[in-house]
């Protein structure tokens, strides 16, 4: 049993694209970071940077609960767990290390700026606006590039690359991106769209946030 700590952010909606594709049990326990709830003490001890998702494997293999925070590390943790969603042969294997990271490193920070910049910051700052809207359509090419003679990010399979690659595309809108310029990663993003686990992922979502009428 997993008990997963979360919000409806791309971060959070990674990990339970995870375990809904892979059938593991959990528990969803909703942290609303709109109410300062990942400040509280005992998310702190299982989360110490106050950031979701993180969670708590009940049974992992040396017995004892094992607490995990940053999305990365958990798509890993659980990949390597359940022997899914991460390709067994080492090139397959650092193909799909490498678009983690780079969602890690690249597209989730400059995507968040984005948000930050055209969404919610007090006030309008151009200058901010245009650097980070120029980063993240840099970004889409990319993707769109290597998307442009495999069916999925690491290759033929659906991996974690794709599953932490995805929540962020999802606000493309918000970040000023238009995927009719990206078709590549429009056919990837309509195919991702439609998994049954994705579904079920963002159904519970909705679930746990409801959209505001």
Do not use: C
Request: charged fraction near 20%.
């Amino acid at each position: 049993m997993i008990d997963l700590y979360y919000w409806t952010t791309p971060n959070g909606h990674k990990i339970t694209l995870f375990l809904e594709e892979a059938g593991l049990p959990y528990t969803l326990h909703g942290v609303n970071i709109s109410k300062d709830e990942q400040f509280k003490p005992e998310f702190l001890k299982i989360s110490p940077n106050n950031k979701i998702p993180a969670i708590v494997d009940q049974d992992p293999v040396d017995g004892a609960p094992l607490a995990l925070f940053e999305s990365g590390a958990i798509l890993l943790y659980l990949a390597e767990k359940t022997g899914q969603f991460i390709p067994q042969d080492l090139r397959g294997r650092q193909e799909a290390l490498q678009w983690l990271f780079w969602q890690m490193g690249g597209l989730g920070p400059m995507a968040g700026q984005n948000h930050h910049f055209n969404k919610f910051a007090p006030e309008k700052i151009p200058y901010a606006i245009k650097r980070y809207v120029d980063e993240t359509a840099r970004l889409y090419g990319v993707l769109d590039k290597r998307l442009s003679d495999r069916t999925f990010v690491a290759g033929e399979d659906y991996s974690i690359a794709d599953m932490a690659i995805y929540p962020w595309i999802v606000s493309h809108e918000w970040q000023g991106q238009d995927l009719n310029d990206f078709p590549h990663v429009q056919r990837w993003f309509q195919a991702i769209k439609q998994r049954p686990g994705t579904v079920r992922a963002y159904a519970q979502a909705a679930r746990i946030n409801p959209p505001k009428p």
